[in-house]
């Protein structure tokens, strides 16, 4: 059971830094734009 838990802890934190970085590189595009 746990092993199940922690993977699916890990693959959130993965997506989570993913987005993070995503939407890092969209607003600093945003204010290149203006």
């Known amino acids: 059971m ?3 838990i922690l993977d ?3 693959a959130l934190a993965v ?3 993913v987005a993070a970085h ?3 590189l969209l607003s600093s ?3 290149c734009d203006e």
């Open 2 to 4: 746990w092993p199940i």
């Open 8 to 10: 699916t802890l890990g």
């Open 15 to 17: 997506l989570a830094s």
């Open 22 to 24: 995503i939407a890092l």
């Open 29 to 31: 595009e945003q204010k």
